[in-house]
């Protein structure tokens, strides 16, 4: 059974920052590729940024440059760090495991980011 668990959201004032952290179970972590995805009230899930099982990263326009990316193997956790944050990047938070041939895409239960000016 596949599960990721999202720690790290909260409250915080605008330009500040915050890591999100994602603890995942049940794969093979080290052959996936992670990514965050986020969803304001209102809008569509987004994608934020993915980090490929070699460590290669991409992210949104909106968080180029603001965001990082991270994941350590030897833990099965992937990370967010945030900074220069803003009104406009407050939403729910997901970990997921991106789709493979083989199976689905898998999403944590979401951590609440909020970022108050």
């Known amino acids: 059974q596949v599960q990721l668990v999202e720690s790290g959201g909260g409250l915080v004032q605008a330009g500040g920052s915050l890591r999100l952290s994602c603890a995942v179970s049940g794969i093979i972590f080290r052959l996936n590729t992670m990514a965050w995805y986020r969803q304001a009230p209102g809008k569509q899930r987004e994608l934020v940024a993915t980090i490929t099982s070699s460590g290669r990263t991409t992210y949104a326009d909106s968080m180029q440059g603001r965001s990082i990316i991270s994941r350590d193997n030897t833990k099965n956790m992937v990370y967010l760090q945030m900074s220069s944050l803003s009104p406009e990047d407050t939403a729910v938070y997901y970990c997921?495991?991106?789709?493979?041939?083989?199976?689905?895409?898998?999403w944590g239960q979401g951590t609440q980011v909020t970022v108050f000016s």
């Open positions: 997921a495991v991106e789709r493979t041939l083989v199976s689905d895409r898998y």
